[in-house]
């Protein structure tokens, strides 16, 4: 049975909830402090509905949202947006798709909420600037795959992680599948996805409720209810051994991930493994930078861990990358180590407090930011968490050192992923 999100429930602590009659959720989140506003809307489509011979269509119909419209032209859309000091974004994920403007002056609310469902209620594009925006995107892969930086961990460890499921397919697609779609593709995508009834609309900082509410209802509540079509997901958490080394001509160092599917943000587990994820590194003092660069001098650009989930598919990995291929298996070693210390012994009781600190001040950090918290605050919606960022506080401090272990070994096991970018003489 799936767990409800917190922003799923009818009532929620500080926040505004209303459903407008064709299906759209607004969230209103009113900060007085504040002295501007974000405005979002998020729709519930993201790579993961991408057909095959069209990879990366959800990606390009985000991009296609600032050209010219029925309503403004490319060059209008940011400077109507920017003439006030706002600024206007985009984004796509493999669970969703969102469109903002942040740094809103109240008293320009109105005409941003305008700007903003002009571009989502607009169908009509113009041909040239659509082949320009396919050859942008075509070159943005182009330069993804030939940056070692950006292959190893978007082109080669999560879609050997996530293989035979939605998440093995790159968010931005390929070049073959760009060059392939059609004016006519992006329209029906967005057609089919784009409806009020699988999108959200989130307001943080400061405004007027009563007004910016009718603002809404009077644009983005115009927009006509249509089925949505039912859709499935592969979903599958079990991982298997697998170690896959992917050689490259010119290539000096090696780039190095490691890591397992998880449960995503709709489990209990969520908050533990972001611990685990704290512990292992949040700074400097943490474990893997202790570890790995303080003691060896291995990993200084490209060492971290991650959480996070992948529309209903948790991942947590670990990245070292740029280092000498002559560390390969010491630095593996290391990181093999560390996870099955995390199973075997409790963190230190000032290690645990600490990464609690680490959590809790990154996600104040990303509260204080209006932009961000409407971006997370979104992510929440779509991944059905059923934490409330606003509040970690209140759960992290009822977490033990030995949930946290238990944690570690339900999902740190023998069967991890392991992708290597390497030199083309490198030896295992």
Not at 179 to 193: G, P, Q, S, Y
Not at 246 to 273: E, I, N, P
Not at 307 to 328: K, Q, W
Request: aromatic share 10%; net charge positive.
């Amino acid at each position: 049975m799936p767990r409800v999100g917190f922003l799923d429930k009818n009532h929620i602590s500080g926040i505004k909830k209303v459903v407008l009659s064709n299906g759209i959720t607004v969230f209103m989140e009113e900060l007085p402090e504040r002295k501007k506003a974000v405005f979002l809307a998020g729709i519930g489509a993201g790579s993961r509905d991408d057909p095959l011979d069209l990879q990366g269509i959800s990606h390009l119909v985000e991009h296609i949202q600032f050209k010219s419209n029925q309503f403004r032209s490319a060059e209008e859309i940011p400077e109507d947006v920017e003439d006030g000091g706002g600024r206007i974004h985009a984004g796509t994920d493999f669970h969703s798709t969102v469109i903002y403007i942040d740094r809103i002056r109240p008293y320009l609310l109105s005409k941003n909420i305008r700007i903003l469902y002009e571009i989502i209620s607009n169908f009509e594009y113009n041909t040239d600037e659509i082949e320009r925006e396919k050859l942008e995107a075509s070159t943005e892969i182009r330069k993804h795959i030939e940056d070692p930086e950006e292959y190893y961990l978007g082109h080669l460890f999560i879609p050997s992680l996530l293989r035979k499921t939605f998440g093995e397919k790159p968010i931005p697609g390929n070049r073959k599948t760009i060059k392939k779609i059609t004016k006519e593709d992006l329209v029906d995508f967005k057609k089919r996805f784009h409806l009020p009834n699988n999108m959200i609309i989130i307001v943080c900082g400061k405004f007027d409720g009563e007004r910016v509410l009718k603002k809404i209802e009077g644009t983005f509540g115009r927009l006509k209810l249509k089925p949505l079509e039912s859709r499935e997901f592969k979903i599958s958490l079990i991982n298997r051994r697998k170690e896959i080394f992917k050689k490259r001509k010119g290539l000096g160092l090696v780039y190095l991930a490691l890591g397992y599917r998880t449960s995503g943000f709709d489990s209990y587990d969520s908050l533990k493994l972001m611990l685990l994820d704290s512990i292992l590194s949040s700074g400097m003092s943490s474990r893997l930078p202790k570890r790995l660069t303080n003691e060896r001098g291995i990993g200084y650009d490209e060492l971290q861990s991650v959480y996070d989930d992948y529309g209903g598919i948790g991942v947590f990995y670990i990245t070292v990358g740029g280092f000498d291929p002559r560390r390969f298996k010491e630095a593996r070693n290391i990181i093999l180590k560390e996870l099955e210390d995390l199973k075997t012994n409790l963190a230190g009781k000032r290690e645990f407090l600490r990464a609690k600190n680490q959590l809790l001040s990154e996600a104040d950090g990303a509260m204080d930011d209006l932009q961000s918290r409407a971006e997370w605050l979104s992510d929440c919606y779509f991944t059905k968490s059923i934490f409330d960022p606003r509040n970690l506080k209140k759960y992290i401090s009822k977490i033990s050192r030995e949930a946290v272990r238990r944690t570690a070994q339900k999902y740190f096991g023998q069967n991890y992923t392991l992708t290597a970018l390497v030199p083309e003489n490198f030896e295992k």
